[in-house]
């Protein structure tokens, strides 16, 4: 299990985080989508998957949810830690 933390903006209100984790945990391998909001700034996604995901399947999820935009690009907007006991894979 791989824990990744993406910085997002345009998230305002609770619709938004539903919008978003509804989108995110569509996505496969995903198994808990966490959303810390930061009203009109950089909110924080934390999801759990299998794997790490792929920027672009992000992007396209945060797109289909609403005008919601990782912070930065993609590697920088991401940070990522593997359950206790296992190594991240390198992508």
């Not at 396209?60 to 919601?68: I, P, Q, R, T, V």
């Not at 359950?83 to 991240?88: E, V």
């Amino acid at each position: 299990m791989t824990s990744t933390t993406y910085q997002v903006t345009g998230m305002t209100c609770e619709h938004c985080t539903r919008a978003v984790t509804e989108e995110i945990e569509s996505l496969d391998g995903v198994s808990a989508v966490a959303v810390s909001l930061v009203p009109g700034g950089i909110s924080a996604v934390i999801v759990t998957s299998d794997a790490p995901l792929a920027t672009e399947a992000v992007t396209a999820a945060l797109d289909e949810a609403g005008a919601y935009r990782l912070s930065g690009d993609g590697d920088a907007a991401r940070t990522a830690m593997a359950a206790p006991g296992r190594t991240l894979p390198l992508v």
